[in-house]
């Protein structure tokens, strides 16, 4: 509107410019030159861990009252779209740590927030995020893992699976059915250490992608922890459950934005470099709408997510939209630029000696996990129609 124009609502504020240039440069030195080995060795990113936490990056969500940096959320979606751009497995160190403590952060007691996450400001410990099960995946609420009241404890039985990070992290936010009459009102959240007795991890997945991120699957046999760490009152896990996802969804896009824009950034230093019949590729019409479009979808992508954090960010109400729209329409994005990507490098992009391929296959989790991308859009209907 002429006279009032408020165009700074579309530009981020200075110090998230200079979050970026510092997180940037820290990926490339420290990170990046590792993602490879990471990748075919199927190792945990190490070197990652001990950048990030040096440099105060591994739980920037954390508050200050906690020893954290307290970041904003669109600050820690830069963070992990920018280690996302040269390693997908890495950006799930900050982007996990977020997932299996938000819901402590949002309902949690001050006493078990206190218990947490000092330890996991400092970098001394890592979180994760259990609700999945074999036959509950999708269908959260027909879990079967039981927890039952025993005196000053809860007693924990069943198993959860798909756990990124599981076997690394030390602190486990685990959804257990505290009665089975109540549905999805008989769930409640605890908080579980690794060193309680009767938790264990009993496997681990072999994947296509995020190779340097275990993705396990754990045991609780008569899981014995003290009754302060649950989150919140009992019964109400599954609602913690979905606020939580309705904060950290938008994480998972700006991993699918940042592994996209590493892509792109590849495959336009190929194409200029690339010569045929005599002139760059990059010459080439075709060629050159194809970067184009992919540019586009990316810019747009990275909008939504920047839209839904900021929306998170200021506690807005029905976020289930927004959290959803910017997850899988930026993973729907990574998956097109990052194979537009292996093709516009051609036979090369089909081999390991470039990048690409291996962001092609990390970009398709981004599809799969916190939700598939077919949930997401039950998720966004059903609050279109409501």
């Known amino acids: ?39 075919e060795k199927e190792r945990f990113p190490q070197e990652a861990l001990d950048a990030l936490v040096a440099s ?69 410990a890592m979180a994760s995020y259990a609700l999945s099960e074999r036959e509950a995946g999708s269908d959260a609420a027909s879990m079967r893992t039981r927890a039952r009241k025993d005196g000053d404890d809860w007693v924990l039985n069943g198993s959860k699976c798909w756990i990124t990070n599981g076997g690394k992290s030390t602190w486990y936010t685990v959804m257990a059915v505290t ?71 938008p994480t998972i896009g700006a991993q699918a934005v940042g592994i996209a824009q590493g892509a792109l950034d590849v495959a336009i230093d190929y194409i200029k470099e690339r010569k045929q019949f005599g002139t760059s590729i990059s010459d080439f019409q075709g060629i050159q709408f194809m970067v184009a479009d992919m540019a586009m979808r990316l810019e747009a992508a990275r909008l939504m997510v920047y839209t839904a954090a900021a929306r998170a960010e200021r506690g807005e109400k029905n976020l289930g939209f927004i959290s959803s729209a910017s997850k899988c329409f930026a993973s729907d994005v990574a998956m097109d630029v990052t194979t537009d990507a292996v093709q516009l490098l051609g036979g090369a992009g089909y081999t390991r000696d470039f ?27 059903r609050q279109l129609l409501r």
């Open 56 to 124: 105060g990056f591994n739980a920037i969500h954390v508050p200050e009252e906690y020893g954290g940096q307290g970041a904003d959320s669109v600050a820690t979606c830069i963070v992990i779209e920018e280690v996302a751009r040269v390693c997908g497995s890495s950006s799930l160190i900050p982007a996990v740590n977020k997932l299996g403590t938000m819901g402590l952060i949002l309902n949690g007691s001050e006493e078990l927030k206190q218990h947490v996450l000092p330890s996991l400001a400092s970098g001394e």
């Open 1 to 39: 509107m002429a006279g009032n124009p408020d165009f700074d609502l579309f530009q981020l504020p200075e110090e998230h410019e200079e979050l970026r240039t510092a997180i940037r440069a820290l990926a490339e030195r420290d990170i990046a030159p590792h993602a490879k080995d990471v990748d």
């Open 179 to 249: 009665d089975p009459e109540k549905g999805a009102n008989g769930i409640s959240s605890f908080i579980v250490h690794k060193d309680d007795p009767g938790f264990s991890v009993t496997g681990y997945e072999h994947k296509l992608g995020i190779k340097g991120s275990p993705t396990a699957e754990l045991a609780f046999e008569e899981c014995r922890i003290p009754a302060m760490r649950m989150i919140g009152e009992e019964g109400t896990g599954f609602k913690t459950a979905l606020q939580t996802l309705d904060h950290t969804r």
């Open 355 to 381: 990048p690409v391929e291996r962001m092609m296959r990390d970009a398709k989790i981004t599809q799969i996990y916190e939700g598939t991308n077919q949930v997401q859009r039950v998720v966004m209907s």
